[in-house]
């Protein structure tokens, strides 16, 4: 009989400051899920030294998380191939796939440019970016799961996410809506200006609302709150809004509010510039 593998929280590390923090923080993810870790280098080519650097740096990243979190199970493997690829590839054996910001040699690229993007979209489980803690921003463990909601089948996801992290940190959900309306010519109509302003809120506000309703009830412990946010700049909105939060939560790409994020201008303003951990999130069944 064969026995099943462990639920793993996997991890990209290489031996940057950026992918360490991605190390302590999958750690502490893998101790709320019940998970072991594995932290995994990536080569492009087998190359002696390269391979001991790596190793190096991998027995390092288990020490210190052994040290953080005494009694988890930690593995470690050096991969050989495509940053993006291997990472996709193991991701299929992974409840939470994290990474770094940024990143050097074998993850130089990993939340920079393409390889971010297809990491994101094409994994098989979340993922999750450790960011840096910014100057002044508010972010504390008792911060609530902000989720990005644009009711699409991603934010959908996002949200179910959010929830199931929410109850197992014992914290509060935002579902976060921002709207805005086309803007008017100057000499436009004043009271139809403000008539469609008020369309619009309505149905931000019964798109978030939506969100929310049904899955909220499988999960009666977690208080949710739910947040109108005006304005035109999505990207900035939700930047903000993740100082005060514990994670910031959105779909791998949407429509409305957060339409393309991650490819899109959203995802990429967050994993730049969010002041707490950023996780995409997609369907399970997409493509």
């Known amino acids: 009989m064969t026995t099943p593998t462990p639920p793993t929280v996997l991890v990209g590390v290489d031996g940057s400051d950026a992918s360490l923090a991605a190390a302590d923080l999958g750690a502490d993810e893998a101790v709320l899920h019940h998970c072991r870790l594995r932290l995994v280098g990536v080569l492009h080519r087998i190359d002696g ?24 199970a930690v593995t470690t493997a050096v991969l050989v191939g495509m940053p993006g690829n291997v990472l996709v590839e193991e991701s299929a054996r992974a409840e939470l796939l994290v990474v ?29 970016v450790a960011r840096p ?86 999960y009666p412990g977690v208080p949710v709150v739910t947040e109108l946010i005006h304005g035109a700049d999505v990207e900035e909105t939700l930047v ?3 100082a005060a939060a514990s994670l910031t939560v959105v779909g791998s790409r949407g429509v409305g509010g957060v339409a393309g994020a991650l490819l899109g201008s959203v995802g990429h303003a967050l994993i730049h510039h969010a002041h707490s951990p950023v996780a995409i999130v997609r369907p399970a069944d997409d493509g």
């Open 133 to 218: 803690e910014a100057p002044g921003a508010e972010t504390a463990p008792e911060g609530p799961i902000v989720v990005g909601v644009d009711g699409s089948v991603h934010a959908a996801r996002a949200v179910a996410f959010g929830f199931e992290e929410a109850a197992r940190r014992g914290i509060p959900l935002v579902a976060v809506q921002v709207w805005s309306v086309p803007p008017h010519p100057p000499n436009g109509d004043p009271t139809r200006a403000a008539t469609e302003a008020a369309a619009a809120e309505r149905q931000a506000d019964a798109v978030v609302t939506a969100a929310v309703t049904g899955i909220r009830d499988e």
């Open 100 to 128: 770094g910001y940024r990143g050097r040699g074998g993850f130089a690229a990993v939340v920079g440019g393409a390889v971010h993007a297809q990491v994101a979209t094409s994994a098989r489980c979340p993922v999750l």
């Open 240 to 242: 903000r809004r993740s």
């Open 49 to 72: 030294a390269a391979m001991r650097t790596a190793r190096s740096e991998l027995d390092a990243a288990a020490r210190r998380v052994s040290r953080r979190h005494p009694g988890l």
